[in-house]
Protein backbone atom coordinates (compact mmCIF):
# COMPACT_ATOMS: atom_id res chain seq x y z
CA UNK A 1 0.00 0.00 0.00
CA UNK A 2 1.23 3.49 -1.05
CA UNK A 3 0.08 6.58 1.19
CA UNK A 4 -0.17 9.62 -0.55
CA UNK A 5 0.28 13.12 1.37
CA UNK A 6 -2.48 15.00 -0.05
CA UNK A 7 -2.28 18.75 -0.11
CA UNK A 8 -5.44 20.26 -2.18
CA UNK A 9 -4.02 24.03 -1.22
CA UNK A 10 -6.21 27.42 -2.34
CA UNK A 11 -7.79 28.94 -5.13
CA UNK A 12 -8.63 26.54 -8.27
CA UNK A 13 -5.69 23.95 -6.12
CA UNK A 14 -8.51 21.75 -4.34
CA UNK A 15 -10.48 22.15 -8.03
CA UNK A 16 -7.76 20.56 -9.61
CA UNK A 17 -6.76 18.41 -7.04
CA UNK A 18 -9.64 16.62 -6.93
CA UNK A 19 -9.57 15.92 -10.10
CA UNK A 20 -6.11 14.45 -10.31
CA UNK A 21 -7.63 12.35 -6.99
CA UNK A 22 -10.62 10.84 -9.16
CA UNK A 23 -7.97 10.05 -11.83
CA UNK A 24 -5.63 8.23 -9.71
CA UNK A 25 -7.86 6.46 -8.35
CA UNK A 26 -9.42 5.12 -11.42
CA UNK A 27 -5.90 3.98 -12.49
CA UNK A 28 -5.70 2.51 -9.13
CA UNK A 29 -8.88 0.54 -9.95
CA UNK A 30 -7.17 -0.66 -13.50
CA UNK A 31 -4.00 -1.77 -12.05
CA UNK A 32 -5.17 -2.73 -8.74
CA UNK A 33 -3.11 -0.23 -6.89
CA UNK A 34 -4.00 0.49 -2.76
CA UNK A 35 -3.48 3.69 -2.43
CA UNK A 36 -4.16 5.11 0.55
CA UNK A 37 -4.37 9.42 0.60
CA UNK A 38 -4.25 11.57 3.55
CA UNK A 39 -5.53 15.38 3.40
CA UNK A 40 -3.64 17.84 5.11
CA UNK A 41 -4.23 21.65 5.51
CA UNK A 42 -1.37 23.36 3.57
CA UNK A 43 -0.71 27.11 2.12
CA UNK A 44 -3.42 29.88 2.70
CA UNK A 45 -5.87 27.19 3.68
CA UNK A 46 -3.67 25.70 6.57
CA UNK A 47 -3.16 29.82 8.05
CA UNK A 48 -6.36 30.02 7.97
CA UNK A 49 -7.24 26.69 10.03
CA UNK A 50 -4.04 26.90 12.27
CA UNK A 51 -2.36 30.04 11.11
CA UNK A 52 0.65 28.16 9.72
CA UNK A 53 1.22 27.20 6.09
CA UNK A 54 3.13 24.00 6.94
CA UNK A 55 1.57 22.68 10.35
CA UNK A 56 3.48 20.19 11.65
CA UNK A 57 1.20 17.29 11.62
CA UNK A 58 1.36 18.23 7.36
CA UNK A 59 5.01 18.04 7.59
CA UNK A 60 4.74 14.83 9.82
CA UNK A 61 2.52 13.27 6.99
CA UNK A 62 4.88 14.62 4.62
CA UNK A 63 8.03 13.01 5.87
CA UNK A 64 6.09 9.89 6.44
CA UNK A 65 4.80 9.39 2.82
CA UNK A 66 5.92 7.72 -0.17
CA UNK A 67 4.68 11.14 -2.22
CA UNK A 68 3.54 14.29 -1.72
CA UNK A 69 0.36 16.07 -4.41
CA UNK A 70 -0.01 19.63 -4.18
CA UNK A 71 -2.64 21.55 -6.15
CA UNK A 72 -1.45 25.18 -5.84
CA UNK A 73 -1.13 27.46 -2.96
CA UNK A 74 -1.58 31.67 -2.39
CA UNK A 75 -4.16 34.46 -3.24
CA UNK A 76 -4.34 37.86 -2.25
CA UNK A 77 -5.90 36.73 1.06
CA UNK A 78 -2.83 35.93 2.38
CA UNK A 79 -0.35 38.85 0.99
CA UNK A 80 0.05 40.23 4.54
CA UNK A 81 0.38 37.30 6.65
CA UNK A 82 2.58 36.91 8.88
CA UNK A 83 4.45 34.14 7.00
CA UNK A 84 2.90 33.68 3.22
CA UNK A 85 2.06 30.15 1.97
CA UNK A 86 4.99 30.64 -0.21
CA UNK A 87 6.86 30.51 3.30
CA UNK A 88 5.75 27.30 3.69
CA UNK A 89 6.65 25.49 0.25
CA UNK A 90 9.90 26.80 0.25
CA UNK A 91 9.84 25.00 3.95
CA UNK A 92 8.42 22.23 2.74
CA UNK A 93 11.03 21.65 0.07
CA UNK A 94 13.56 21.63 2.41
CA UNK A 95 12.31 19.50 4.87
CA UNK A 96 12.04 16.61 1.66
CA UNK A 97 15.03 17.25 0.64
CA UNK A 98 13.96 17.73 -3.08
CA UNK A 99 16.92 19.22 -4.87
CA UNK A 100 15.81 18.22 -8.53
CA UNK A 101 12.69 20.14 -9.69
CA UNK A 102 11.93 17.68 -13.43
CA UNK A 103 9.18 19.86 -15.79
CA UNK A 104 8.38 17.85 -18.81
CA UNK A 105 7.24 20.21 -21.82
CA UNK A 106 5.28 18.28 -24.71
CA UNK A 107 3.19 18.86 -27.53
CA UNK A 108 0.49 16.11 -28.42
CA UNK A 109 0.64 15.30 -31.79
CA UNK A 110 -2.76 17.20 -33.46
CA UNK A 111 -2.23 19.85 -30.39
CA UNK A 112 0.12 21.94 -32.41
CA UNK A 113 -2.13 24.92 -33.10
CA UNK A 114 -2.53 25.47 -29.18
CA UNK A 115 1.27 27.00 -29.21
CA UNK A 116 1.99 30.15 -30.00
CA UNK A 117 4.53 29.16 -32.08
CA UNK A 118 4.05 28.03 -35.75
CA UNK A 119 2.69 24.28 -35.75
CA UNK A 120 5.69 23.14 -37.83
CA UNK A 121 8.29 24.21 -35.02
CA UNK A 122 6.69 22.67 -32.50
CA UNK A 123 5.88 19.21 -33.91
CA UNK A 124 7.69 16.71 -32.24
CA UNK A 125 8.27 18.90 -28.99
CA UNK A 126 8.48 16.24 -25.92
CA UNK A 127 11.54 17.67 -23.64
CA UNK A 128 12.15 17.23 -19.96
CA UNK A 129 13.68 20.23 -17.90
CA UNK A 130 15.63 18.80 -14.96
CA UNK A 131 16.59 22.13 -12.70
CA UNK A 132 18.41 22.04 -9.61
CA UNK A 133 16.65 23.37 -6.88
CA UNK A 134 18.28 24.19 -3.67
CA UNK A 135 21.47 25.71 -4.70
CA UNK A 136 22.84 28.39 -6.42
CA UNK A 137 22.36 32.52 -6.53
CA UNK A 138 18.94 31.50 -4.77
CA UNK A 139 20.15 30.34 -1.61
CA UNK A 140 23.92 32.56 -1.61
CA UNK A 141 24.50 35.13 0.89
CA UNK A 142 23.76 38.42 -0.34
CA UNK A 143 24.53 42.41 0.92
CA UNK A 144 21.76 44.72 0.06
CA UNK A 145 22.70 48.97 0.29
CA UNK A 146 21.05 51.66 -1.48
CA UNK A 147 24.74 51.48 -3.50
CA UNK A 148 25.71 48.70 -4.26
CA UNK A 149 24.10 44.75 -3.91
CA UNK A 150 25.51 41.33 -4.10
CA UNK A 151 24.06 37.82 -4.93
CA UNK A 152 26.33 35.08 -4.14
CA UNK A 153 26.32 32.08 -6.27
CA UNK A 154 27.59 29.05 -4.75
CA UNK A 155 27.75 25.42 -6.24
CA UNK A 156 29.67 22.28 -4.52
CA UNK A 157 30.18 19.38 -7.10
CA UNK A 158 28.51 17.11 -4.75
CA UNK A 159 25.16 19.23 -5.74
CA UNK A 160 26.24 19.30 -8.98
CA UNK A 161 26.67 15.80 -9.55
CA UNK A 162 23.58 14.19 -7.68
CA UNK A 163 21.63 16.82 -9.72
CA UNK A 164 23.30 15.49 -12.81
CA UNK A 165 22.29 11.89 -11.95
CA UNK A 166 18.38 12.42 -11.98
CA UNK A 167 19.06 13.78 -15.49
CA UNK A 168 21.27 11.32 -16.81
CA UNK A 169 18.97 8.44 -15.52
CA UNK A 170 15.78 10.08 -16.99
CA UNK A 171 17.65 9.91 -20.21
CA UNK A 172 18.12 6.56 -19.96
CA UNK A 173 14.11 5.53 -19.73
CA UNK A 174 13.44 8.37 -22.39
CA UNK A 175 15.02 9.35 -25.62
CA UNK A 176 19.11 9.10 -24.05
CA UNK A 177 20.01 12.61 -24.93
CA UNK A 178 20.83 15.53 -22.02
CA UNK A 179 21.55 19.16 -23.23
CA UNK A 180 23.44 20.38 -20.08
CA UNK A 181 23.07 24.29 -20.13
CA UNK A 182 25.53 26.81 -17.82
CA UNK A 183 27.21 29.89 -18.66
CA UNK A 184 31.00 28.61 -18.99
CA UNK A 185 32.51 31.14 -20.78
CA UNK A 186 31.91 33.75 -17.77
CA UNK A 187 31.12 31.55 -14.53
CA UNK A 188 32.95 29.55 -12.41
CA UNK A 189 30.28 27.53 -10.93
CA UNK A 190 29.16 27.36 -14.43
CA UNK A 191 32.79 25.55 -15.27
CA UNK A 192 32.82 23.49 -11.99
CA UNK A 193 29.24 22.67 -13.06
CA UNK A 194 30.21 21.53 -16.69
CA UNK A 195 32.98 19.66 -15.18
CA UNK A 196 31.25 17.93 -12.68
CA UNK A 197 28.60 16.85 -15.62
CA UNK A 198 31.35 15.30 -17.77
CA UNK A 199 32.78 13.46 -15.03
CA UNK A 200 29.61 11.85 -14.06
CA UNK A 201 28.95 11.40 -17.82
CA UNK A 202 32.26 9.89 -18.17
CA UNK A 203 32.27 6.96 -15.14
CA UNK A 204 29.05 6.01 -15.39
CA UNK A 205 26.38 7.24 -18.19
CA UNK A 206 28.67 7.13 -21.50
CA UNK A 207 25.53 5.28 -23.10
CA UNK A 208 23.96 8.62 -22.78
CA UNK A 209 24.60 11.67 -25.63
CA UNK A 210 25.67 14.15 -23.53
CA UNK A 211 26.03 17.93 -25.46
CA UNK A 212 26.58 21.50 -23.30
CA UNK A 213 25.04 24.78 -24.14
CA UNK A 214 25.31 28.27 -23.15
CA UNK A 215 22.11 29.69 -21.48
CA UNK A 216 21.65 32.20 -23.84
CA UNK A 217 22.11 30.18 -26.90
CA UNK A 218 19.42 27.81 -25.35
CA UNK A 219 17.19 30.50 -24.69
CA UNK A 220 17.15 31.24 -28.19
CA UNK A 221 16.91 27.54 -29.64
CA UNK A 222 13.81 26.53 -27.46
CA UNK A 223 11.98 28.83 -29.72
CA UNK A 224 13.71 28.13 -32.76
CA UNK A 225 14.26 24.51 -32.86
CA UNK A 226 12.43 22.49 -29.53
CA UNK A 227 11.77 19.38 -30.80
CA UNK A 228 15.58 18.85 -30.81
CA UNK A 229 15.84 18.38 -27.33
CA UNK A 230 15.50 15.70 -24.99
CA UNK A 231 16.44 16.12 -21.41
CA UNK A 232 18.08 19.75 -20.44
CA UNK A 233 19.78 19.78 -17.05
CA UNK A 234 20.31 22.84 -16.11
CA UNK A 235 20.94 25.04 -12.29
CA UNK A 236 18.72 26.84 -10.25
CA UNK A 237 18.27 30.50 -11.73
CA UNK A 238 18.80 29.54 -15.66
CA UNK A 239 16.10 26.64 -14.73
CA UNK A 240 13.20 28.98 -13.31
CA UNK A 241 13.78 30.89 -16.64
CA UNK A 242 14.39 28.33 -19.05
CA UNK A 243 11.39 26.31 -17.56
CA UNK A 244 8.61 29.38 -17.43
CA UNK A 245 9.96 29.73 -20.96
CA UNK A 246 9.37 26.36 -22.36
CA UNK A 247 6.27 26.21 -20.43
CA UNK A 248 4.27 28.15 -23.25
CA UNK A 249 5.29 26.11 -26.09
CA UNK A 250 2.51 23.65 -25.63
CA UNK A 251 -0.22 26.62 -25.18
CA UNK A 252 -1.33 26.66 -21.88
CA UNK A 253 -0.24 27.04 -18.14
CA UNK A 254 -2.89 24.62 -17.26
CA UNK A 255 -1.43 21.84 -19.31
CA UNK A 256 2.03 21.84 -17.49
CA UNK A 257 3.10 19.60 -14.51
CA UNK A 258 6.42 18.63 -12.48
CA UNK A 259 7.86 16.54 -10.43
CA UNK A 260 10.68 17.61 -7.26
CA UNK A 261 12.78 14.68 -6.03
CA UNK A 262 15.71 13.87 -4.07
CA UNK A 263 17.43 10.93 -2.90
CA UNK A 264 15.45 7.84 -2.75
CA UNK A 265 11.67 7.85 -4.15
CA UNK A 266 9.73 10.29 -2.28
CA UNK A 267 8.56 13.17 -4.71
CA UNK A 268 6.38 15.95 -4.34
CA UNK A 269 4.15 16.27 -7.49
CA UNK A 270 2.36 19.80 -8.27
CA UNK A 271 1.05 21.21 -12.01
CA UNK A 272 3.19 24.52 -12.72
CA UNK A 273 0.17 26.92 -12.22
CA UNK A 274 -0.41 29.24 -8.89
CA UNK A 275 -4.18 29.24 -7.71
CA UNK A 276 -5.16 31.16 -9.99
CA UNK A 277 -7.75 33.56 -7.60
CA UNK A 278 -9.23 35.21 -10.73
CA UNK A 279 -11.28 31.79 -12.11
CA UNK A 280 -11.53 29.89 -8.58
CA UNK A 281 -14.59 28.54 -7.66
CA UNK A 282 -15.66 28.93 -11.40
CA UNK A 283 -14.96 24.74 -11.78
CA UNK A 284 -13.29 26.01 -15.17
CA UNK A 285 -9.68 25.08 -14.39
CA UNK A 286 -7.95 23.24 -16.48
CA UNK A 287 -6.94 20.16 -14.29
CA UNK A 288 -4.65 18.46 -17.39
CA UNK A 289 -1.49 19.59 -15.59
CA UNK A 290 -3.02 18.49 -12.20
CA UNK A 291 -3.70 15.29 -13.59
CA UNK A 292 -0.41 14.80 -15.81
CA UNK A 293 1.84 15.45 -12.32
CA UNK A 294 -0.18 12.43 -10.63
CA UNK A 295 1.13 10.22 -13.62
CA UNK A 296 4.51 11.65 -12.51
CA UNK A 297 3.78 10.43 -8.67
CA UNK A 298 2.67 7.00 -10.04
CA UNK A 299 6.26 7.22 -12.46
CA UNK A 300 8.52 8.51 -9.86
CA UNK A 301 7.64 7.77 -6.29
CA UNK A 302 5.82 4.38 -6.75
CA UNK A 303 7.19 2.61 -9.95
CA UNK A 304 4.16 2.25 -11.49
CA UNK A 305 5.07 3.16 -15.28
CA UNK A 306 2.47 1.24 -16.97
CA UNK A 307 -0.26 4.03 -14.81
CA UNK A 308 1.53 6.45 -15.40
CA UNK A 309 2.19 5.32 -19.02
CA UNK A 310 -2.25 4.50 -19.06
CA UNK A 311 -3.02 8.25 -17.51
CA UNK A 312 -1.03 10.17 -20.04
CA UNK A 313 -2.14 8.47 -22.97
CA UNK A 314 -6.10 9.23 -21.78
CA UNK A 315 -4.83 12.63 -21.56
CA UNK A 316 -3.50 13.03 -24.73
CA UNK A 317 -6.06 11.34 -26.28
CA UNK A 318 -9.06 13.29 -24.72
CA UNK A 319 -7.00 16.33 -25.77
CA UNK A 320 -7.02 15.08 -29.60
CA UNK A 321 -10.34 14.01 -29.55
CA UNK A 322 -10.90 17.96 -28.97
CA UNK A 323 -12.10 17.91 -25.45
CA UNK A 324 -10.50 20.21 -22.84
CA UNK A 325 -11.14 23.79 -20.63
CA UNK A 326 -11.75 26.92 -22.10
CA UNK A 327 -8.35 28.11 -21.61
CA UNK A 328 -7.35 25.58 -24.92
CA UNK A 329 -10.28 26.64 -26.68
CA UNK A 330 -12.50 23.72 -25.46
CA UNK A 331 -16.22 23.10 -23.99
CA UNK A 332 -15.43 21.09 -21.03
CA UNK A 333 -15.42 22.30 -17.39
CA UNK A 334 -12.73 21.04 -14.62
CA UNK A 335 -15.40 17.84 -13.91
CA UNK A 336 -16.46 16.92 -17.70
CA UNK A 337 -12.98 17.13 -18.71
CA UNK A 338 -12.16 14.54 -15.79
CA UNK A 339 -14.43 12.45 -16.59
CA UNK A 340 -13.58 12.31 -20.34
CA UNK A 341 -9.86 11.20 -18.84
CA UNK A 342 -11.14 8.37 -15.95
CA UNK A 343 -13.24 7.07 -18.78
CA UNK A 344 -10.55 6.74 -21.17
CA UNK A 345 -8.47 4.85 -18.30
P1 LIG B 1 2.01 31.87 -8.73
O1 LIG B 1 2.60 33.12 -8.19
O2 LIG B 1 1.50 30.93 -7.68
O3 LIG B 1 2.86 31.22 -9.78
P2 LIG B 1 0.56 33.40 -10.62
O4 LIG B 1 -0.30 34.52 -10.13
O5 LIG B 1 1.88 33.69 -11.20
O6 LIG B 1 0.69 32.35 -9.47
P3 LIG B 1 -1.33 31.59 -11.82
O7 LIG B 1 -2.08 31.47 -10.55
O8 LIG B 1 -0.70 30.37 -12.36
O9 LIG B 1 -0.20 32.65 -11.76
O10 LIG B 1 -2.27 32.25 -12.90
C1 LIG B 1 -1.76 32.86 -14.09
C2 LIG B 1 -2.88 32.92 -15.14
O11 LIG B 1 -3.08 31.60 -15.68
C3 LIG B 1 -4.21 33.36 -14.59
O12 LIG B 1 -4.89 34.15 -15.53
C4 LIG B 1 -4.96 32.08 -14.36
O13 LIG B 1 -6.34 32.19 -14.46
C5 LIG B 1 -4.41 31.17 -15.46
N1 LIG B 1 -4.39 29.77 -15.01
C6 LIG B 1 -3.58 29.25 -14.06
N2 LIG B 1 -3.84 27.95 -13.85
C7 LIG B 1 -4.84 27.63 -14.71
C8 LIG B 1 -5.55 26.42 -14.98
N3 LIG B 1 -5.30 25.28 -14.33
N4 LIG B 1 -6.51 26.46 -15.92
C9 LIG B 1 -6.79 27.58 -16.59
N5 LIG B 1 -6.14 28.75 -16.38
C10 LIG B 1 -5.18 28.79 -15.45
MG1 LIG C 1 3.83 32.56 -11.20
Keep these: MAMIAFLPGDGVGPEVADAAKRVLEAAAKKFSLTLDFKDCFFGGAAIDACGDPFPSETKEACLGADAIFLGAIGGPKWDKAKRRPEAGLLEMRKALGVYANLRPVSVAGGMEHLSPLREARVKG ?6 RELTGGMYFGDRTEGDDRATDECLYTKEEVTRVARIAFEAARKRKGRVASVDKANVLATSRLWRN ?22 MAMKLIQAPAEYDVILTENLFGDILSDEASVLSGSIGLAPSASLGDGTRGLFEPIH ?10 KANPAGAI ?3 AMLLRYSLNEGAAADAIEAAV ?7 RGTGD ?7 ASFTDAVVELI
Excluded at 274 to 283: E, L
Excluded at 328 to 334: K, Q
Design 292 to 294: MSA
Design 328 to 334: IGGEDNT
Design 274 to 283: GSAPDIAGQG
Design 196 to 217: AVNELHAAEYKDVELSHMLVDA
Design 125 to 130: VDMLIV
Design 316 to 322: SKALASG
